[in-house]
Every structure is written in structure tokens, then in C-alpha cells.
């Protein structure tokens, strides 16, 4: 058996930081003892018998200690994670515009001067080609019009990825950069399954509506995209809310899409006009007042289209359940 001295014994306890649990692969090979780990050393020994089982391993820690959080902060070397939301990656490093030292002292006046002279060539290295300024436009449009939809940022990496992909297949040419920033976030939006419309994105976009359509259906067919027809009721949790309606009403407008969906009276219809109208025949089941004005102007839906839709959700409902459908029917008869 190996022998250990009492201060390797000592030290190798003291420095033992996780105690792995016993199991088929975690005995000692030789006495079946527990597997301890030394991290100051490396190893992986047996704390009964004291066999070396593992050695040289790699430490993925920091090479220095910190006793405290603000110490680990201080010390700490990584930077900001790469996205895809910058034309470089956030790979490339900037020159901070507070023109100050390192002591927090305010520059000298030539020395501002020199600092503004290095932030502009710094600007212009990290954006050394059109296929770059074009890429590092498009990807702040792209951000600017997230962020005012309240789009969340994995959509927006999505998006910054389908316009990469459309830069580097030349789909580019031809059209305007904001058109295809912006067919590339709402592709983003629907492969995200977001409650964006095609109206909501034409209220932040700085290009009219058939045009971002035009090159969406562009770049949808070039790169192969594989989106698929959007769900009515994804959007019903954001109508929901605009029309402050209750739980029970949510629920209800969910179940007649589904039973629409059940019975195809989605097939080429809009989307966001089967789910206003969903709300709508939903409000008469569960007698809840909203009128069809109230809801065509959250839904900016036709008070028209809401009333041939909803007729089309109830009559799939009657095929379920008549009797709740007729009633319904009734009630919105004699209203």
C-alpha cells in the first residue's frame, strides 16, 4: 500500500475542494475506496489507499484568488460575449469617449484632439469595406426596430443571422438595406413564433410596406428559410392584454381556434383576423362585453372581417358542442 508522509497527508486534505460521489465509475480501482480530487495538484487519489488514479489534470479556473466579490470583479479579464447583433462580432475593442485618464483627470485640450483623431481611424479599421459599413448599418436597423417591438435579443441574433446569410449569397443587390434588415426581422419573428404583425413592423421600418414584404418573400425563398404559415393563436396573448379581458376569456378564444383549426377554417384566412374574432365569439360564450369597435381597434382588424370569421369559429364549434354554439348565437341574435 502507498504511504504518504503526515504533511503531504495535511496538505493534500487541505486543499481537497470536491469530494466525488462513490459509484461504479468513481471507486478506486485498486481497493474500491473513495475518489478525491486535489486541485492543487492535479490529481485524482483514492482517500483510502492513497493511489494515484488520475494526474496532470487541467485546471479551467483563474491562475489568481480573490477573498472577496469586488477583488474577483478588479481581477476578472473577460470581455462582453460575441453577437451577432455587431458586424465584428464585439470581437473588435473601442476607444471610450470620456476624455479622461486613467486617474479620472480631465485631458488636456491636445490631448482630445488626439484622442477624437484615434476614435475616428479606429472607426474607420473596424469598418474597412462596403460589405462591412453594409453590415454594420443593417444590423443597427435591425436592433433599432427590435427594440422598439420589444423584441427579445435571441430574435434579434436570429435576425442578424438571416441577414448574414442573405449578404453573403449576393441577395443584396437591387434592394435597399433597410428593406432587408427589415424582411430579416420579421423572418426572425416568425421563426420565433412572436405576435409581431406585418402592420407592427411597418410602423418602426423606414420602408413601406411592399417593399419589406417583397424582400421577404425574397430572401424566404433564396435561403430556404422553411417557415411555415403563423399561428392564429400566438397572437391572442398580445390582444389579450391590449383589451385588459380576463383569463376565462383567453382560454375560450384559444379552444375555438383550435377547434377552427380542427375543422380548416384557418385555411387562407389572416391570422390576426381569426384571432380577433376568436375574442370576439369568446366574449359572447362567456359573457363578456366587447364590443367588435373595442376589438377592431386593438387588433387594427375590420369590424367586417371579425364578424365573418367569428360566424365561421361558432359554426365549427357547433359541430362540437351545438348546444353552448347556439346559445351563443342566440344571445349576439337578440343583442
Known amino acids: ?191 420565433t413564433n412572436l405576435p409581431q404583425t406585418i402592420d407592427d413592423m411597418v410602423v418602426v421600418s423606414r420602408v413601406d410596406e411592399q417593399e419589406f414584404t417583397r424582400a421577404y418573400r425574397y430572401i424566404n425563398r433564396e435561403l430556404s428559410l422553411e417557415i411555415g404559415p403563423p399561428d392564429p393563436a400566438d397572437y391572442l396573448s398580445k390582444f389579450v392584454s391590449e383589451l385588459d379581458a380576463s383569463d376565462e376569456l383567453a382560454m375560450r378564444a384559444h379552444d375555438l381556434i383550435e377547434n377552427g383549426k380542427a375543422a380548416n377554417v384557418h385555411s387562407g384566412k389572416s391570422p390576426v383576423g381569426l384571432a380577433a374574432a376568436a375574442i370576439y365569439a369568446a366574449g359572447l360564450l362567456v359573457n363578456e362585453e366587447l364590443t367588435q369597435e373595442t376589438i377592431s381597434d386593438a387588433t387594427d382588424v375590420s369590424t367586417v372581417t371579425i364578424r365573418d370569421r367569428y360566424r365561421e369559429l361558432l359554426e365549427a364549434e357547433a359541430d362540437r358542442d351545438p348546444v353552448e354554439a347556439s346559445a351563443a348565437g342566440g344571445s349576439n341574435a337578440s343583442a
Not at 486541485?39 to 479556473?61: H, K
Not at 474577483?72 to 476607444?95: C, F, Q, W, Y
Not at 435591425?142 to 417591438?149: C, E, Y
Request: hydrophobic residues 30%.
Open 1 to 191: 500500500m502507498t504511504t504518504l508522509s503526515t504533511h503531504d497527508a495535511e496538505e493534500r486534505e487541505s486543499t481537497v475542494d470536491e469530494e466525488t460521489t462513490a459509484g461504479e465509475d468513481h471507486v478506486c480501482p485498486d481497493c474500491g475506496g473513495h475518489l478525491t480530487h486535489d486541485a492543487s495538484r492535479g490529481e485524482t487519489v483514492c482517500a483510502d489507499c492513497g493511489l494515484v488514479v488520475d494526474e496532470n489534470a487541467i485546471d479551467r479556473g483563474p491562475e489568481w484568488r480573490a477573498f472577496d466579490s469586488a477583488e474577483r470583479d478588479e481581477k476578472s479579464r473577460v470581455g462582453a460575449p460575441t453577437t451577432k447583433l455587431m458586424h465584428d462580432e464585439g470581437l473588435s475593442t473601442n476607444i471610450g469617449w470620456q476624455n479622461k485618464d486613467a486617474n479620472g483627470n480631465s485631458l488636456s485640450s491636445s490631448q482630445r484632439e488626439k484622442m477624437q483623431r484615434l476614435r475616428t481611424w479606429n472607426e474607420r479599421f473596424r469598418t474597412r469595406d462596403h460589405s462591412e459599413r453594409n453590415l454594420k448599418q443593417a444590423l443597427g436597423e435591425i436592433d433599432r426596430m427590435g427594440s422598439a417591438l420589444g423584441v427579445p435579443k435571441s430574435a434579434r441574433e436570429t435576425a442578424g443571422v438571416v441577414y448574414r446569410r442573405a449578404l453573403d449569397e449576393g441577395l443584396l443587390p437591387g434592394r435597399s438595406i433597410e428593406g432587408v434588415a427589415t424582411a430579416s426581422l420579421y423572418a426572425a419573428v416568425r421563426q
